[in-house]
Nanobody, 124 residues
């Protein structure tokens, strides 16, 4: 089992930056692929970014490409999502997730472990 806890959400203005963190505990974290997802009110949870177990491969949804960066520190059992140039449409609850699949994974059904989520609100 892996337990995930997100932090770093908040209320910011359009154009600002925000950094999310996701701390992991339980089994050895560096064997897992990781990802960030988000869910806005009334919408389905959507893929945002993913990172392979070794940090060498990444994938982003088109809407955040060039603005968001996913990274990990396996020694610290932590995954990060740096969000720059935030837009009101980025407003959502952000979830981190981990999967036994060590490669980049973009689908929610492939993830085994989820955090509780952290709210990000971007005002215009």
């Amino acid at each position: 089992q892996v337990q995930l806890v997100e932090s770093g959400g908040g209320l910011v203005q359009a154009g600002d930056s925000l950094a999310l963190s996701c701390g992991a505990s339980g089994r050895t974290f560096d064997n897992y692929g990781v990802g960030w997802f988000r869910q806005a009110p009334g919408k389905e949870r959507e893929f945002v970014a993913a990172l392979s177990w070794n940090g060498y491969s990444t994938r982003y949804v088109d809407s955040v490409q060039g603005r968001f960066t996913i990274s990990r520190d396996n020694a610290q059992n932590t995954v990060y999502l740096q969000m720059n140039s935030l837009k009101p449409e980025d407003t959502a609850v952000y979830y981190c997730a981990a999967t036994d699949i060590r490669l980049v994974v973009t689908t929610t059904g492939e993830y085994d472990y989820w955090g509780q989520g952290t709210q990000v609100t971007v005002s215009s």
